[in-house]
């Protein structure tokens, strides 16, 4: 019956059909409650209602069903609590509760299923403690409580459970100490414990537990010594241990423990040298050894390690040198070696590690050149090389590194000028080449890196101006160029006009209207004959300028004509038509007749999406380039005042850069088709990846938090650091592309229109329904406040993992007073996306400070909310520590926040 996608609700006559044996109505879109009726099914053995829509409580009637052996209600949106007539089921073999809304505590009278062998609570909102009777369910091999709130002690009964195979108490708000009694379970494979307030020592007796394959006990306040039979006889893959107080040395069974795939041990006090400690592990995929005290040389074998994608030993003693065997470990793509005490060269061979996207190799005592040989590292996107003492100039190899987003080689002893190969790195976000000891002018094409946002050039010796081409530098959100022989004037953009003094201060000349520096001089004050030249040169200047306008007008007047003539000769049937071929850059009409021809009239097989406005194809042109065509479904030829200035707006957002910003090459106006053209983006639509299961697991809260970040930056530089103001009218998730990295863009600007400082902005209805700010309903005025309740939706959208229209309803369409109380009633982190693991740390704080920002800008009140300014300078600072639980915070306490502060 489940494969038939059943919709509705279960029938309360359902009851009448007491000859039943077996329900499956699995995987469906049932909704509604589960009648009462259903405890008048005494023959009932089996119930599989998971995957559904049900909501409502578990009916008290269920304790009727005596005969039941599986009940499966998992994956619905049940609420209310357990019943306790549920241990009455005392056939029950598989009870599977999981991913609802169950909230009290588990009842003891669970403790009554004898026969039960696999419990599964977990992703709900259960509270209390675990209850002791549970130790009574001896046939049990699976227990999973993960994702709970579940508080106190974790009962010694728990050790009675003598066959069980899995224990997940991860996600909680257990504290105490692990109990000693779980060294009971000889035949437990997996030991989930991660996330909770545990305290005390790893008890001794959890040596008993030789069939270990997950050991995760991480993200406590655990101290002492690991045990040391973790890999007794070679089984376990997983251990994770990391972010606690343990101390010691490694385990000898570790050693050679071949089983191993993934390993965390950072943020811990262990000891001993990791030369000797560690072994050759041929299945290991990741390894973190951070923040410990290990000390020693890095072993050649970590070469053997073949399937190696991940070592980080950052932050201990390590001292020697980096082995140049480290490249026989050829599928490594993350080598971070910081802030250890490491010396000699970097090996050459580490330019072959062609998988490689991150290393740091800072805060060590490295010293000599940077390896020509780095220019194959093709992928590479962070290289960290700071605080050492390398020496010579910066090769222009790195140029080749074209995916580099972060470059790092401050405080060292770097001469020579900056290769002006580095002005190619488009990707480049992050540029820090301080305290070193580079000289010459700053090459012109730095400034063509228009995707960097953070620039240090302090404390070297450039001189001469700031380049011209840094006026159109307008990423960049923090700069420092002090303590340099810099003179002239202040690159006119806001990093530089608005930088703290200390960024520019210590230079020979600058000059500008900045915090401490001077006016530039004007020269007014120059000698009478000087001036009069000046005024003689530019009235012969005017006078040659005019002359070849009225020359230029006469001939274009006389080519149009021409031009006319020859149309009305030849396409007779488009007189009335302005035929408008205006993608600029290019010749419009063969990009035009190229569309046509490589998208085969626009053939379906070439879509790529469809929107409110029009429909989004991919069209590989003659000259290899790829681009995003935006075929709008109604053409704007019939209205040429409309077309003219909308064609005009199109033409100034072409000018726009920004790295979160889509670039715009122009607009196609034609009797038949009309379409925008736009740079092509191969990681599709936010809506696209939130509602693919496939890639939610990579993209994750951390991407999520730099996703907002990144259209927060755009929609703040379109709302303030533009000429004129632009207003996108149509933000949503269908309208922000990804690349391959998971860069946002804004896409789009159809419906975008220009804020007319001087009156006001009156407009037909445009955006996307369900995004659209409250205020359009009743006015038609347009404002960047409407961008920004846009914003709002798209932030809840993007931690919820989709729309959040039914949760917008409840909270900001109610009254005041029950908004509140609805809002006190639930939980930050059940609204959040339920397919990813919840966010911890300080990732947990972005996520808060996302949600406080989304409701922000939901105010129905528009001056109420912040601006995009606002918005993209708060999700930029660092956060301080959560003052709550983050488990415990509700929606209440995410209203009302004060953005000046924030």
Partial sequence: MSRNQISGSIPQQIGLLNSLNEIGLHTNNLMGSIPFSIGNLGNLTTLHLYDNQLSGSIPQDIEMLRSLVDLELSRNNLTGSIPTSIGNLGNLTTLYLYENQLSGSIPQEVGMLRSLVDLELSMNNLTGSIPASIGN?????????????LSGFIPSTIGNLTKLTDLDLSLNLLSGSIPSEIGNLKQLGYLILIDNQLTGSIPQRLNNLTHLKWFLIAYNKLVGHLPENLCFIGLLTELGVADNNLTG??????????SLYRVRLEGNQLLGNISEDFGIYPNLDYIDLSRNNFYGEISKNWGKCHNLTSLKMSNNKISGKIPSELVEATQLSVLDLS???????????????????????????LLGNIPPEFSKLSNLEN????????????????????????LNLSNNKFGESIPTEIGQINTLQSLDLGNNLLIDKIPQQIGELRSLERLNLSHNEFFGSIPSSFNRMVSLTSIDVSYNQLEGPLPDIKAFQEAPFEAIKGNKGLCGNATGLKACLTKLNTGGVE?????????????????????LMVLGIFMALRKKVRNTKNEPSRVNHDNVFAIWSYDGKMVYENIIKVTENFSAKYCVGEGGYGTVYKADLPNGQVVAVKKLHATLDDDSANLKGFTSEIRALTEIRHHNIVKLYGYCSHPRHSFLVYEFLEGGSLGKVLSTDDDIVVFDWIKRVNTLKGVANALSYMHHDCFQPIIHRDISSTNVLFDLEYDAHISDFGTARFMNLNSSNWTTFAGTFGYAAPELAYTMEVNEKCDVYSFGVLALEVIM????????????????????????????????????????????????????????????????????????SILSKQRPTLQNQFYTITLGQLFDINCSSS
């Fill in 137 to 149: 369910l001896g046939m049990l091999t699976f227990l999973y409580l993960h994702k709970n709130m």
């Fill in 249 to 258: 040395p490694i385990p000898k069974s570790l050693k050679n423990c071949h």
């Fill in 339 to 365: 802030s250890n005490h490491l010396v000699g060269e970097i090996p050459l061979k580490l330019g072959r590690l062609v998988s490689l996207f991150n290393l740091k190799l800072d805060n060590n005592y």
């Fill in 383 to 406: 290289l960290n090389l700071a605080a050492n003492h390398l020496s010579g100039s910066i090769p222009r190899a790195l140029g080749e590194c074209k995916k580099l987003w972060n």
């Fill in 531 to 551: 001036k009069k030249g000046k005024k003689v040169m530019l009235l012969i200047v005017l006078l040659v300028f005019g002359i070849l306008f009225l020359s």
């Fill in 801 to 872: 993992g989709k729309h959040p229209g039914d949760l917008i309803s409840s909270l900001l369409s109610s009254t005041s007073s029950s908004s509140t109380s609805t809002a006190q009633r639930i939980f930050l982190k059940d609204v959040l996306d339920q397919r990813l693991l919840p966010p911890r740390n300080q990732v947990a704080e972005q996520v808060v400070v996302v949600a406080k920002l989304a409701f922000a800008c939901l105010h129905t009140t528009p001056l109420s909310r912040p601006t995009m300014q606002q918005v993209a």
